[in-house]
């Protein structure tokens, strides 16, 4: 009986780190492969919202000139900066390239947040504050994005429309046409 007691104890001692390292191994794939895939702070790879869409843009990715610089999430930024009259609608290109970083960092002065040029958590969520639910069809909220007015800028305020699936993506109509767009990190079709 000796022996059989032995045994167990040598097995429940060499269990401990064994279930220890492999829940480790299995806590650090989880966190981090989602984020890599798509790189926004929720690690989805689109512009996600659930409930009420006043907090949607609350939790969104970083886009800049070397983050997500070219793809449909820089796009709706472009957009954003469009609406409140920062941008011409000809710099809507999903390329996140010299005029929308300016554009960004007038943006950011004028709400008083950091002037970096890097559009992350705090710029999505001071644009949030400019969505407005119109609609709700068939489990899609529809979205007007209402420009502020009285911007310092030559280009005028604007409003663009947007609408979020029943699974919460979002997708956008840019104002020089086309679309609707996907607001994915991991692509570029606008």
């Keep these: 009986m000796s022996s059989f007691h032995s045994v167990r104890r040598v097995l429940r001692k060499a269990a401990v ?4 390292a492999a829940l480790a191994i299995g806590i650090n794939v ?7 895939a798509s ?3 929720t690690g989805r790879a689109y512009v996600h919202g659930t409930g009420g869409v006043s907090d949607d843009f609350d939790d969104e990715g970083v886009v800049n000139v070397s983050t997500h610089r070219s793809s449909n999430v820089t796009c ?17 290109d999903g390329v996140f390239g010299d005029q929308t970083d300016a554009a960004t960092r007038n943006f950011q002065r004028d709400k008083s947040l950091g002037a970096d040029g890097s559009a992350g958590r705090n710029s999505w969520t001071k644009a949030g504050d400019r969505l407005a639910q119109t609609d709700d069809q068939n489990g899609w909220r529809y979205v007007v994005y ?4 009285g911007s310092r800028s030559s280009y005028s305020a604007h409003e663009f429309v947007l ?8 997708r956008f109509y840019p ?8 607001a994915t990190y991991n692509s570029r079709s606008c």
């Design 163 to 170: 609408q979020r699936s029943p699974d919460g993506n979002f």
């Design 146 to 149: 209402r420009g502020a007015k």
């Design 30 to 36: 989880t966190l981090a492969t989602p984020a890599a």
């Design 76 to 92: 709706l930024w472009q957009t954003i900066l469009w609406a409140n009259g920062y941008l011409p609608s000809s710099g809507i």
């Design 175 to 182: 104002p020089q046409g086309g679309g609707p767009y996907w």
């Design 17 to 20: 780190p064994a279930v220890g």
């Design 39 to 41: 790189g926004s702070y």
